[in-house]
């Protein structure tokens, strides 16, 4: 029996990946608890694994007194002399009990202990090898869809990704091999719960991170990105040797790099931009893919006034103020776009009222006196 338990511990440990100690902690446990009701729940039943060998040790604890009164628990000081000689009054002894009293109803017991201790393990096991990887990106395999809820195969065990996590439009199937980055690790009554989104900017930059070597060894660097889930991405990169080109890294030989990470994102456009402490230049990329023609800023209120050619203002702007609001976003500036033929009114309106007020101001005064006067 020694031996067909020092089996079980070992290839369940090598299965589930949970520490021999912790499956003879849990046996130990579970068999204890199955003693202690066949002999009515006694709390002095004991019982001890030999970590090595794996014998089983069951054993009564009672407590040497002059004048037994409670013979489970109690035994006199002549009948503790022969199990254990020099015990004294007061102190405790063992006694060995016969591990087949362990009925049919016990193991029972015994047995649905130690599935709910392995059990317990396993989730102890998945949390800890997934609460530090918050923020990585995983593989998975959808096996079902619940209550707009996706469920994510990841091997060990199953992701949970929530409708509103994913790209607009995007009907998932079972079977589908799709990506997402783990968003939130936590602990519920069922066990933990790997929550994952693809509508994070974080999960761009980490397929970027995946895709682009120079990025994964730090030589280029995401300074910001900025996101509206399955329509268009923002992402500036910087590198601090001059030799490498974080744009052309990214983008990679004849695009293969980008065109990986938008077949992933369904198609999703990404505007990939050199950053520059500069707040002009910064703001003129940041609203690629127009034109720029002036742009005035002020940095106290980190506002600026950019001028398009006409046909560049609908493109400036996207679709619903879709480019200026990312543009905005990714630099931290507040944006106004007009068109060169609004600047060029604004220009004219305000020489006009310029040319007004010196008129005003140089005009001679009258000597004629009033008609109040």
Known sequence: MTKEL???????????????????EALESALVSAMRKKYGGR???????DRQKCNISVFETKT??????????????????????????GETVDIPLDLHDLGRIAAQTAKQVIFQRVREAERDVIYNEFKDKIGQIVSGIIM???????????????????IKETLPNENLKRGDNIKAIISDVRVTTKGPAIVVSRTAPEFVAGLFKMEVPEINEGLVMIKNIVREPGERTKIAVYSKDTAIDPVGSCVGMKGTRVQAIVRELRGERI?????????????????????????GINEEGKTAMVVVNDQQLSLAIG??????????????????????????????EETDKALEDTIKKEAPKSDKPSIDG
């Open 144 to 162: 079902r869809k619940e209550k707009g809820i996706y469920y994510l195969n990841l091997g060990k065990t199953e992701a949970v990704l929530h």
């Open 43 to 49: 709390s002095n039943i004991n019982l001890v694994i």
């Open 319 to 348: 679709k619903k103020g879709q480019n200026v609001r990312l543009a905005m976003k990714l630099t931290g500036w507040d944006i106004d776009i007009i068109s060169d033929t609004e600047y060029s009114k604004i220009r004219l």
């Open 64 to 89: 040497i007194v002059s004048s037994v009164k409670n013979p489970k628990e109690e035994i006199s000081i002549k009948d503790a002399e022969k199990i254990a000689a020099g015990k004294m009054e």
């Open 6 to 24: 020092c089996h079980v511990v070992e290839q369940i440990s090598r299965e589930k990946g949970i520490s021999r100690e912790v499956l003879i």
């Open 271 to 295: 505007d990939i931009i050199p950053w520059t402490d500069d707040p002009r230049i910064l703001i003129a990329r940041a609203l690629s893919p127009a034109t720029i023609d002036k742009i």
